[in-house]
């Protein structure tokens, strides 16, 4: 192979990442690559991802694009794959997770407990709904789409006082330093596998697969977004569902503990369950599914059909 087709969506924060991974690959294994613009079904329209289907809108013509042949590699943001696995398609590598938390972009350098009563809050996400009416700080949650650049402006126009957005989504794109607030995950817990990258290739293309799993795959950022969406698919939550979940790794008295923290809500910010577990590193997937099953018997399930009717 000459050159590795690498298909990305066109989106600023999409290409910024896709050109990671096409460097990483150049400086560990030498390897030339391109990048190749899909435009994808979430990026063409202008409705909300809740309205859209969510968990596939930014994926599935990427896979499509890999399987005609059309691309060798297709970068995702993790936290947009669907639950379940397409058999045409492997998850080569997941590289260095970036820190998952999110980050407050407000007016006046303003934090989110700082905002005065009645100020509007934007996000496209129910999850982060749920979560900022939880806090009780009497902010007003508003719908937003676009890309970053789009909804930050809204916030320089006075459109509305603040967004929350990902904090690695502003890091790939070098404006960290515009954040307000990075919020603490006691606040908000990140979707599941948020910061994190997916490198796909075609399950029967074996040379590019081990190409990237030895040139960009993290062991402990597989392990625990393995745990986060193990949660996700047992919950059969969708991405209209707000559902946060964020595993981490620590050392215990006995080795490596696997902990795992996940959040169901209402998009009204009551009821909420919150609940944790930990478990072992050798049982992502186990702990994942088991602090599901705790959540449903909470009532988990019946949450999450208030918060999407």
């Known amino acids: 192979m000459t050159v590795l087709r690498i298909g990305t969506r066109a989106s600023a924060l999409a290409t910024a990442q896709s050109a990671n991974i096409a460097r990483q690959l150049r400086d560990r294994t030498g390897q030339e690559t391109e990048l190749v613009e899909i435009s994808t079904e979430g990026d063409r329209s202008t409705r909300l991802l809740t309205e859209l289907g969510g968990q596939g809108v930014f994926v599935s013509a990427l896979r499509d694009a890999l399987v005609a042949g059309r691309i060798d590699v297709a970068v995702h943001s993790l936290k947009d794959l669907p639950t379940t696995p397409d058999p045409a398609v492997s998850l080569a590598a997941i590289p260095a997770r970036e820190d998952p938390r999110d980050v ?3 007016r006046d350098g303003l934090t989110l407990a700082g905002l005065p009563h009645g100020a509007t809050v934007a996000t496209g996400s129910p999850r982060r709904a749920a979560q900022i009416n939880a806090l009780g700080l009497g902010v007003e949650v508003v719908p ?3 890309n970053v650049d789009t909804r930050m402006n809204r916030v320089r126009e006075g459109i509305v006082d603040a967004v929350v957005l990902a904090r690695a989504g502003l890091v790939r794109l070098g404006r960290l330093d515009e954040a307000t607030e990075v919020l ?6 990140p979707a599941p596998g948020q910061g994190a990258l ?3 290739c075609r399950a029967d293309d074996v040379t590019v697969e081990h190409l990237l799993h030895d040139a960009l795959e993290d062991a402990a950022s597989r392990l625990v977004v393995s745990a986060e969406r193990s949660l996700l698919a047992t919950l059969e939550a969708g991405c209209s569902a707000p559902v946060g979940a964020l595993g981490d790794l620590a050392l215990g008295d006995d080795g490596d503990e696997l902990w795992l923290r996940a959040f169901v809500g209402d998009i009204s910010g009551a009821p909420t369950i919150k609940m944790s577990t930990t478990g072992s590193p050798d049982d992502a997937v186990a702990t994942g599914a088991r602090l599901a099953f705790e959540m449903l018997a909470e009532g988990a399930s019946s949450l999450m059909k208030e918060a999407v009717s």
């Open 144 to 146: 937003i789409r676009g």
């Open 198 to 200: 997916a490198c796909e």
């Open 104 to 106: 407050v972009v407000a």
């Open 184 to 189: 603490d995950p006691l606040q908000m817990l």
